[in-house]
């Protein structure tokens, strides 16, 4: 009986460079199990991570790409899932086929796994039998002859003027904490930032005599943003005495401080998102982006450049931020439709 105790250690510090904890030998990517195809392998026996490659494989990834924490622990999910399917049936990533890999799917297609999320694992796995073919671990892809599942591309949640307004008032701006979030969501809704790069904003990114902030996003790639004038207002209050308030003796980078002195995390600014929406009134189901899609409708709605949006969001190619424009039209119909009188 085979029998292996794992140890997880999740990638959660995208300001530690180079990932150091896996690469030092002490992490679980560095500490495979090699299985053998006559062993007796039970759900329980085995490891979340079965196979080294997999850590050598984000490690490369990382360093060729830049990507974030949340995508290389993406890509860890993916491929642990993977491996842990695969070695209840005594088969190693790198003895992967393509019938390994149909299989795969089609139990996780059973099990109520969306086309979405399909898509998604198999982007993961293209990547790494692709890293591996490189590496001459492996002669073939089996993901070479798999078509992606087709799936329709939704369109993203989006708040009204009048509904971001509201949310903007929502704070009490009395009290330090509730000043912070004021000014943290003036800020997203005048930069259109992702979460992730709110929250890790630092002192020095912001320039608010010139009105801008620099961020640095997916894939290394760097932009700066203007604020506007409510934003710097907001920004400029906020430094000037509730920020010292939240830190008292402490001090740190962070332009948006937790009570303890920290850097707030994503899902702790996303729980008082939800909290505002529903002081507000705000009844549409929201998700993480929903003030970021905001900003980019609401600038289409007023005649942006669909370039300059792209820009301002950090998209690397603008068939990304070309789903806005369907968000645009869809409000100028309803416009229309409302107001017209034949509409």
């Given at each position: 009986m085979l029998t292996v105790r794992a140890v997880v250690s999740p990638i959660t510090s995208p300001d530690h460079p180079g990932f150091a904890y896996w690469r030092s030998g002490q992490s679980p990517f560095a500490q495979g199990t090699a299985l053998s195809r006559n062993a007796t392998v039970t759900k329980e026996s085995v490891p979340e991570i079965v196979d080294?490659?997999?850590g050598r494989f984000l490690d490369a990834v990382w360093m060729e790409r830049g990507l974030s924490a949340n995508t290389l622990a993406a890509y860890r999910a993916d491929l642990v899932a993977l491996s842990r399917w695969l070695a209840l049936r005594n088969i190693t990533l790198s003895r992967t086929s393509r019938a390994d890999l149909l299989a795969f799917i089609a139990a996780r297609a059973a099990g109520g796994s969306r086309p979405r999320s399909t898509a998604r694992?198999?982007?993961?796995?293209?990547?790494?039998?692709?890293?591996?073919m490189r590496e001459g671990a492996v002669?073939?892809?089996?993901?070479?002859?798999?078509?992606?599942p087709r799936i329709g591309r939704s369109l993203p949640k989006s708040l009204t003027?009048?509904?971001?307004?509201?949310?903007?008032?929502?704070?009490?701006?009395?009290?330090?904490?509730?000043?912070?979030?004021?000014?943290?969501?003036?800020?997203?809704?005048a930069t259109g930032l992702r979460v992730s790069e709110l929250v890790s904003l630092r002192v020095d990114q912001v320039n608010t005599t010139q009105g801008v902030l620099r961020v640095l996003g997916k894939g290394n790639r760097e932009r700066l943003i203007p604020l506007g004038e409510e934003a710097v207002r907001w920004l400029g209050a906020f430094v000037g005495s509730p920020r010292a308030e939240i830190l008292l003796d402490r001090s740190t980078d962070y332009l948006f401080p937790t009570r303890r002195g920290d850097r707030m995390t994503r899902q702790a600014f996303w729980h008082i998102i939800k909290r505002y929406a529903k002081k507000a009134g705000v009844k549409k189901k929201l998700s993480p982006h929903t003030v970021r899609h905001a900003f980019a409708t609401h600038l289409l709605n007023n005649g942006a450049d669909l370039r300059v949006v792209q820009l301002l969001l950090g998209h690397s190619d603008v068939s990304t931020t070309q789903i806005y424009t369907h968000v645009?039209?869809?409000?100028?119909?309803?416009?229309?439709?409302?107001?017209?009188?034949?509409g």
């Open positions: 080294p490659v997999i694992q198999l982007s993961s796995f293209r990547r790494f039998f692709r890293y591996l002669r073939e892809d089996p993901t070479a002859q798999i078509a992606m003027e009048a509904e971001v307004e509201s949310l903007l008032m929502a704070p009490t701006v009395g009290d330090p904490l509730g000043h912070r979030d004021r000014t943290m969501l003036e800020v997203l809704y645009a039209r869809e409000r100028m119909k309803d416009l229309h439709g409302r107001h017209h009188p034949r």
